[in-house]
């Protein structure tokens, strides 16, 4: 643009009905002229709109504060430039020609950036009206937002909190790797058939490096499909009596009828099917470890001759009058409340004491998001060889899809959710669509168990003022006390 053209721009009388990207390009070209700052601040920026004015007045603005800007008309270059050069903040409009209203194509776009750099810092340009649809494309990976028109000040303010978050998460990333693989290494090494580097699935490694050698008892608690026959069997792996026997007895599925016999024995002729001597489950783990599945659905009478055998670590078979000694290890599982269920007497205190020396509590699937990335791709790689699918990816827009659901069945839904989803697809790389048959309305919401950290109850907080108000940041801001900026920062820093 010539010096004259400058000039009969900034002459031209403001009318509320100029279009609105007019503004935009004469705010940007007055900030250029009168501008006095030149350091360059910013590092390479990638400006993607399909109005040429926008983009004409973004660099006349962001070059005086950038190393480098790229202008692109075209979205469809996307994939070309990302492929070629590496951008430090990515400007993009939420909507273009093909659908000027909806966001869709913003949406489409910001899921290709991030599939080709999950790390991309992409900041949304958007309309007054496209609020709402900007803080959902927050949740779906985008760092911020700037409305038309904006201003230019806060739009470089913007821009350069964006690259410093970027060069942090860098710096963080780059200690955290180093650190992350010393940690991978030894934990895949040692842990073999557990899957998860999460801080949550650390504590609980280090709680079997502390208890497996020893014959304390363990009690595992958890949600269904949380893997606590998985634990179990990692605690007798590395345990003294690894060499022997590991029996594993799920009392859910003992009647109570059998339930002597079948951990007990029984003798020939000792009841009516009866034919032969039979050894029970403590006497055929002897020497090694008898894990009792679901021990929380055991009835009070059989609790009772369950602690008297612990308690003399003898049993006698059903028709016998001789005791017989046993020697195990014993870990005990449920999903049950037992310290709940001892308050309502459907527990014996004493045999909770008994079996709980040691106590494992596995969290939910949901408490440990971080870890799906991982089980994903182990049980992927499962099922494309268990059905010869080839080879299969699963992309990061699904991971996100699966980061938001609340799991209810834990990892074993998970390993059945991507197993249907192997089979069904047709493609070689799994999407959020492969994934409809999880259930309705299962996107992750507070647990019904009371959070008293501070970080989860502000989240919480934060969650309901945003859907009481319909998704409108202003309201919600105001609600809770909080001025716009706080409350973006809180949204960033609460990945929501």
Not at 72 to 90: G, S
Not at 100 to 120: M, R, Y
Not at 318 to 340: C, E, F, H, K, Q
Not at 385 to 410: C, D, F, H, R, V
Request: with cysteine.
């Amino acid at each position: 643009m010539s010096g004259s053209e400058v000039v009969r721009a900034n002459t031209v009388p403001e009318s509320r009905f100029l279009p609105i990207h007019w503004h935009c390009f004469r705010q940007f070209t007055l900030l250029t002229l009168t501008s006095m700052k030149l350091d360059k601040e910013l590092g390479k920026i990638l400006i993607i709109d399909d109005d040429e004015d926008v983009l004409l007045a973004a660099k006349m603005l962001l070059k005086r504060h950038a190393k480098e800007v790229t202008i692109e008309k075209n979205p469809k270059k996307i994939p070309f430039l990302l492929n070629n050069y590496e951008y430090d903040v990515i400007l993009l409009d939420m909507n273009f020609s093909q659908d000027i209203t909806s966001g869709k194509e913003g949406f489409f776009w910001l899921e290709q950036i991030l599939e080709k750099d999950p790390s991309a810092v992409v900041i949304l340009i958007t309309a007054f009206g496209d609020v709402e649809t900007a803080v959902k494309a927050l949740k779906e990976g985008a760092t911020d937002f700037v409305l038309k028109p904006w201003q230019n000040d806060k739009l470089i303010a913007t821009l350069a909190a964006a690259e410093k978050l970027k060069k942090t998460q860098k710096a963080e990333g780059g200690k955290k790797a180093r650190i992350g693989k010393q940690l991978r290494e030894t934990v895949r090494h040692n842990y073999k058939d557990i899957i998860g580097e999460s801080q949550a699935m650390q504590d609980i490694f280090s709680i079997i490096d502390k208890v497996a050698e020893t014959d304390a008892n363990v009690l595992i608690l958890g949600e269904n499909g949380t893997g606590k026959e998985v634990i179990a069997k990692a605690l007798h792996d590395r345990s003294r009596r690894k060499e022997n026997v590991f029996v594993n007895v799920d009392m859910g599925a003992v009647t109570e009828s059998l339930f002597e016999s079948e951990l007990f024995g029984h003798k020939k002729g000792s009841f009516t099917d009866a034919k032969d001597d039979r050894i029970g489950r403590f006497e055929a783990a002897n020497s090694g470890t008898l894990f009792l599945d679901e021990i929380g659905n055991l009835g009070m009478p059989l609790q009772s001759k369950l602690l008297t055998a612990l308690q003399r670590r003898e049993i006698t078979p059903v028709g016998s009058n001789r005791p017989v000694n046993v020697d195990i290890r014993l870990i005990a599982a449920t999903n049950m409340p037992l310290y709940d269920m001892v308050q309502t007497n459907t527990f014996r205190q004493d045999l909770l004491y008994r079996i709980n020396t040691v106590e494992i509590h596995l969290p939910p699937l949901r408490k440990r998001l971080e870890d799906i990335p991982l089980l994903a791709e182990h049980f992927v790689k499962t099922y494309t060889e268990k059905y010869q699918k080839g080879t299969m990816k699963i992309g990061s827009s699904t991971l996100g899809k699966l980061k938001k659901y609340a799991w209810p069945g834990n990892i074993r839904e998970l390993q059945h959710a991507i197993e249907r989803a192997i089979i069904m697809s047709d493609s070689d790389t799994l999407k959020p669509e492969d994934f409809f048959f999880l259930q309705q309305g299962g996107e992750y919401e507070e647990s019904a168990e009371e959070s008293f950290n501070l970080d989860e109850v502000e989240r919480n907080v934060i969650r309901k003022a945003i859907r009481k108000h319909n998704g409108n940041i202003s309201k919600a801001a105001k609600e809770l006390g909080l001025t716009r900026a706080s409350l973006y920062r809180r949204l960033e820093k609460h990945g929501l």
